[in-house]
T-cell receptor, first 114, second 115 residues
Framework: NAGVMQNPRHLVRRRGQEARLRCSPM?????VYWYRQLPEEGLKFMVY????????ESGMPKERFSAEFPKEGPSILRIQQVVRGDSAAYFC????????????FGSGTRLTVV | AQTVTQSQPEMSVQEAETVTLSCTYDTSESDYYLFWYKQPPSRQMILVIRQEAYKQQNATENRFSVNFQKAAKSFSLKISDSQLGDAAMYFCAYRSGGGADGLTFGKGTHLIIQP
């Protein structure tokens, strides 16, 4: 039973390019959460999605960031026109429904903007 | 908004000794969940222990236990018989019980195990 799969593990983008981060939740999990971790910081909540629906995007920056979780395929976090400040580790977590038992996290994608 | 504070950026303990990591939080809610996560150098976030706010009994998982003081809004993690594999960043996290909110994390404590 594979865990939460994130790819790529490392991603380097030049300023102004687009970054696409993928997350495949655990089998049977229909809830996906994205978090961002800046250096020396804890994780910050970005967005919560269920299949084909954004439930809570209160942590998403207003511009350049978007997320989706289509009926088929992985969840995608998309960052357009990346800037140096977007450099961080991005984590995905999934849960089967209620997340009160704690989520299962992926290993993260480290985005470096050069 | 809820906040989670971890006042110890770094802690060091001798192997086989006991160490306590502190965490305080601020909330106006009565129904919530608290978690401790471990992040080793591999970056994987691993759930160590969880506590429901409505339960008075402190959670325990093998060598890991918590001291949950609801009135004081304190949720410390005790690691007994520390092992080299316990070296990692430890994050305290809060989740509202009623909604679909994500976790609110503290800034973490870096735990060093001295052999």
């Amino acid at each position: 039973n594979a865990g939460v799969m994130q790819n790529p593990r490392h991603l380097v983008r030049r300023r102004g390019q687009e970054a696409r981060l993928r997350c495949s939740p655990m089998k049977g999990h229909s809830h996906v959460y994205w978090y961002r971790q800046l250096p020396e910081e804890g994780l910050k909540f970005m967005v919560y999605l269920q299949k084909e629906n954004i439930i809570d995007e209160s942590g998403m920056p207003k511009e350049r960031f978007s997320a989706e979780f289509p009926k088929e395929g992985p969840s995608i976090l998309r960052i357009q026109q990346v800037v140096r400040g977007d450099s961080a580790a991005y984590f995905c977590a999934s849960s089967p429904g209620s997340a009160n038992y704690g989520y299962t996290f992926g290993s993260g994608t480290r985005l470096t903007v050069v | 908004a809820q906040t989670v504070t971890q006042s110890q950026p770094e802690m060091s303990v001798q192997e086989a000794e006991t160490v306590t990591l502190s965490c305080t939080y601020d909330t106006s809610e009565s129904d919530y969940y608290l978690f401790w996560y471990k992040q080793p150098p591999s970056r994987q976030m691993i759930l160590v222990i969880r506590q429901e706010a409505y339960k008075q009994q402190n959670a325990t998982e093998n060598r890991f236990s918590v001291n949950f003081q609801k009135a004081a809004k304190s949720f410390s993690l005790k690691i007994s018989d520390s092992q080299l594999g316990d070296a990692a960043m430890y994050f305290c996290a809060y989740r509202s019980g009623g909604g679909a909110d994500g976790l609110t994390f503290g800034k973490g404590t870096h735990l060093i195990i001295q052999p």
